[in-house]
T-cell receptor, first 112, second 114 residues
Framework: DAKTTQPPSMDCAEGRAANLPCNHSTISGNEYVYWYRQIHSQGPQYIIHGLKNNETNEMASLIITEDRKSSTLILPHATLRDTAVYYCIVTILTGGGNKLTFGTGTQLKVEL | NAGVTQTPKFRVLKTGQSMTLLCAQDMNHEYMYWYRQDPGMGLRLIHYSVGEGTTAKGEVPDGYNVSRLKKQNFLLGLESAAPSQTSVYFC?????????????FGQGTRLTVV
């Protein structure tokens, strides 16, 4: 799986958009970009994933650059409950399923 | 719908003792996984299973054994616990290994080996 690079921490004001970057310059053509988050040492929670196209769901949007070497997770209106560690994961979905490789992620702190 | 349930939530073991961590899922998922998380680090895959009766090694399998006798349960065993196995253990499951599946995680088991 390709290696990812994320800033260790970010701050965001409540109500503002939180834009979390991820660099995955060695990504291969069949690798997907996944985002999970972990709140207060709870179990990680799936947010969104994509291959080439931008994706949006009820939680967030995922913007993947055309060359696929980086991506940005966007939380459109961050709340205090979005304070968590956010993990960007690049993985191939093989017969082994979701064998996710977690890095150290980005600690997002949402403040009033 | 409970999702993924881990038992126990906390445990303290003495070096050399054995124990089994139980993971149960009620979503009829084929795939199940065991991860460990050490302080300040991301999760690392210990073992996983792609279906009832199957298991496979992950990134850090040494010192652990697993069994998947029933589709809904995935057991993680420590035969002779060591202080290096002090960690938070997370179980996860997914419907398949396909592109449109997400992994669902349990709430974790905090294990301390003294």
């Amino acid at each position: 799986d390709a290696k990812t690079t994320q800033p260790p921490s970010m701050d965001c004001a409540e109500g503002r958009a939180a834009n979390l970057p991820c660099n995955h310059s060695t990504i291969s053509g069949n690798e997907y970009v996944y985002w999970y988050r972990q709140i207060h040492s709870q179990g990680p929670q799936y947010i969104i994933h994509g291959l080439k196209n931008n994706e949006t769901n009820e939680m967030a949007s995922l913007i993947i650059t055309e060359d696929r070497k980086s991506s940005t997770l966007i939380l459109p209106h961050a709340t205090l409950r979005d304070t968590a560690v956010y993990y960007c994961i690049v993985t191939i979905l093989t017969g082994g399923g979701n064998k996710l490789t977690f890095g150290t992620g980005t600690q997002l702190k949402v403040e009033l | 719908n409970a999702g993924v349930t881990q038992t126990p939530k906390f445990r303290v073991l003495k070096t050399g003792q054995s124990m089994t961590l139980l993971c149960a899922q009620d979503m009829n998922h084929e795939y199940m996984y065991w991860y460990r998380q050490d302080p300040g680090m991301g999760l690392r895959l210990i073992h996983y299973s792609v279906g009832e009766g199957t298991t496979a090694k992950g990134e850090v399998p040494d010192g652990y054994n697993v069994s998947r006798l029933k589709k809904q349960n995935f057991l993680l065993g420590l035969e002779s616990a060591a202080p290096s196995q002090t960690s938070v253990y997370f179980c996860a499951s997914s419907y398949s290994g396909g592109v449109d599946t997400e992994a669902f995680f349990g709430q974790g088991t905090r294990l301390t080996v003294v």
